[in-house]
């Protein structure tokens, strides 16, 4: 009996699920970072020096970066729509570097992601046409070479992480949660670690009922 438990869990894996999260979180992190030090028009500009803040900010590259936010849904906040989006680029590749506020700031990556994946078709006016095309005249065999098909993958990657949550050992979130969970002194809190990967593991969630 334990034998078929562990051959479906792979309970003894465990203690590598942090590995998961981890890797999503190292992978979106720079992608993040990079569009959005672009969009804010951030350490682009020619005369560009570490040590002087004055020269961080280029205008050019952030009106570029605004006028491209045209044909989508934040078209009517203009250059607003293109800072909030830029800001809350790098605000979470900065958060999803130190694993903090994973969950929260992966909310605000959404919106990030469903603008540009809207961008990405056209614009919010052509979505259905767009779709349409896509499934019915190029088939499913396309969808690896649309730029639409690498904000889905983003946006997959960032549900997956949204319900996974930091991971464990590498990231603030777990730290903190492990913390109050000791200082209110919750046994059930601090048994069940709702960074834990595996969902697969339900007789001892059973066993907690009984």
Not at 8 to 14: E, P, T
Not at 42 to 71: C, H, K, R
Not at 81 to 107: C, D, P, Q, Y
Not at 179 to 184: C, D, L
Request: glycine share 10%.
């Amino acid at each position: 009996m334990k034998f078929i438990l562990g051959f479906f869990s792979l309970h003894w894996l465990r203690v590598f699920d942090f590995l998961a999260p981890l890797a999503i979180r190292l992978l979106l992190a720079p992608i993040f970072w990079v569009d959005g030090v672009k969009r804010l028009g951030l350490f682009t500009g020619a005369d560009f020096i570490w040590y002087n803040p004055v020269t961080w900010w280029n205008q050019e590259a952030f009106i570029s970066g605004a006028s491209a936010m045209n044909d989508t849904i934040l078209s009517v906040f203009g250059a607003t729509g293109s800072a909030v989006m830029g800001g809350l680029e790098v605000a979470g590749a900065i958060l999803l570097i130190l694993g903090f506020a994973v969950r929260w700031i992966v909310l605000g990556l959404f919106v990030v992601v469903v603008v540009l994946g809207l961008q990405a078709v056209g614009g919010l006016g052509s979505v259905g046409p767009a779709a349409k095309q896509f499934f019915f005249e190029h088939g499913y065999t396309t969808i690896g070479s649309t730029p639409f098909a690498l904000y889905l993958t983003y946006f997959i990657l960032l549900l997956t992480l949204f319900f996974m949550g930091a991971g464990r050992w590498f990231s603030l979130d777990w730290y903190i949660y492990r913390n109050f969970a000791r200082k209110i002194e919750n046994a059930e809190a601090a048994r069940y670690d709702p960074f834990e990967v595996d969902a697969t593991d339900e007789l001892g969630l059973r066993t907690s009922r009984v």
